[in-house]
């Protein structure tokens, strides 16, 4: 075609087309006005189109599809306005790949104006036309990449990026923690073939230490452009394994392949495959598209490793808040079982508890009973009523969760409903009306024994995650504490009854005899008394000596006997009071005429000091008066003769007090604690006896000040006697 003109054209020298064409190495053509074809300049070397194939619109045929009608739009515009025009296309060369070019077209005009052909060039652009698609490329799968925070989202984007821009197909393969491979995404522009290569990888999967292929890649950390000959026909049967792999490669049909490591911080994570195959659509890979691999393949593991840190950041933030929620949960089991006093109470925050916290679908507890052979169910919620009936009584030796748990002391685990029916085939029937799946029981162990079992069943299979068990041993654990508990509150409970059916029975019975004792003795004053009138006859003066005494060891006895009587009235009912405003000088001036008698007779000294201002208390007059007595007779009792006892009152930092202080033998430190209880004397014993009274003086003194909101207490020095205070409530 070149060199030959046609009528009316501007002529063009053959020597200056020759250096035209040899300076840019691309195609110089001619059409007619229409963009038929008059000639070309090196289209044949190109395309392979022959001459004859390009004249008139033949050319098209040569322009990849997508691109013929607007590089025809775009000529029939330039015609109309008789202006040059430029297009960009591609153009598929002699191997049947594409390149792109850029045509530029001008408008030859004849004199008159009228436009009588088309002359241009078109020049190969591929290699600006492909930096600038990388680079578009690398834009997007930055912002598809940066937009996924999830391991399977990222991988999902970048096959799916690469198949639309770069290559055929993409398979992506991980290594994992384990060393363990795992093919975790492939697309293909046909889905079939897609399907292919998963098939392929499960039954021809590659070798660790093979030389090509994503294994070296992953193995190597470095990037590999398979060459054009390891796809050719000829190699196919020596690489195959047997006859299926041969025609499952051949199927491919692959033509041009890349092998990207994921490489980020130092760190190899898998590998990216990329194929061409079918048809050749485009030219195969050289170093330029390696190139772009790489940089890919490092944004997609730079990508890939900031899912997994966020990964590992969320499940850490939702272990931690599962964990919250667990010890949220058995915080509120442990307030729950603070206010359990029983077993059956206990049982049943366990059930309500574990439920809520698992969000399981039923739940029981069973205790061991004393024969030690069967479990008693306590306690159940989500089961039927004739289904707790019916395993109201579990013989241990039963095959049911609970009893397996409690015969052999270990946790019952089971994930699925088939494995349930597995274990438990004559459950199946009841399990699936249930609608149940996973279930747990756990023993109830204390001190080595087991006491009983809680179990709890799941609507469907569930893989119960660490937080699970160890919530469920957590929970059984409180639950053994808090029978425990419940245990030592029933027996506690039972001595406390015991120990107030004891006591009422030992006041009743002091009440009783003290009360029946009284009569016979007033019986033998009122006969004393008759013989000292010598109703009887006239007495010597021995015989009135002798009744003497016999009055006053009955005033003795009835004296310690009316102390019984009183602290018995006060253990058994609320002791009467009369409360009002009195001077503590009126109640100490009153005791010198109630002590002096006893106290001359024993050889001590009694000082009764007025108070130098005016002592005033609330309380009960006649009360106060018995408790200083008593503490009074107290010192009396610890003074040997020649000794004092000094009574006086006064104000101590605001309150009112009365104090008896004696020189007596004083009280051990160690007893000091004793003395105020019922019944106890010191020193006493068969060869030591008391001054009188059975121990009962300061207990009834202690408890008589406390009903009036007083109080007595004791300061003491072995050998430098002892000061009581009887501390007052004031006006």
Known sequence: MPGELQHGQRPLSDERYRLLVEAISQVVWRTDAAGHAVAFQGWTALTGQTAAEARGHGWLSAI????????????????????????????????????????????VQDDAGKVIEWVGLSVDIDEAVRHEEAARFLSLASVALSESLSERGTLNTLARLAVEHLADGCMITLIRDDGSWEQVATTSRDPAKAALVVEMERRYPLAAD???????????????????????????PKIARDAEHLRMMRMLDMYSGLCIPLTARGRTRGAITLVLHGPMRRRPFDEADLELGIELGRRAALAL????????????????????ARISALQATTAALSTALTPEQVANVVVEEGLRALAAQAGSVAFVDESRTQLDLIASAGVGADVVHQFRHIPLEMSLPLADAARTGKTVLVQTAEDRDAFYPHLAELRRASGGGALAALPLIAAGEVVGAIGFSFGGNRQLSDQDIAFLYALARQCVQALERARLYAAERSARSDAEAASAAKSQFLATMSHE????????????????????????????????RIRLNQQRLLDLINDILSFAKNEVSTVPLTMETANAREVIESLGPLLEPQFGAKGVTLHIDAADEEVVFRGDFERVVQICLNLASNALKATPAGGNVVIDACVDEGLPTITVTDTGVGIPEDKIGVIFEPFTQLGRSLSNPSDGGVGLGLAISRQLARAMGADVTVESEVGAGSRFTLTLAPE
Do not use: C
């Open 305 to 324: 490793d900031n899912a997994r840190l966020f990964d590992t950041a969320a499940r850490a933030r939702s272990s931690a808040e599962a964990a919250a």
């Open 517 to 548: 004792t009284r009569q016979p003795i007033h019986a033998t004053i009122g006969w004393v008394e008759m013989l000292e009138m010598e109703l009887r006859g006239p007495l010597t003066a021995q015989q009135r000596q002798d009744l003497k």
């Open 64 to 107: 990849h599809r997508d691109d013929r009608e607007p590089i025809m739009r775009t000529m029939a515009r330039s015609t109309e306005a008789k202006t040059t025009f430029v297009q960009r296309h591609r153009l598929r060369l002699a191997d049947g790949s594409y390149r792109w070019f850029l045509s530029r077209g001008a408008p």
């Open 210 to 236: 093979a030389a090509s292929g994503y294994p070296r890649a992953i193995r190597t950390g470095e990037p590999e452009l398979v060459p054009l000959g390891a796809f050719d026909k000829t190699i196919l």
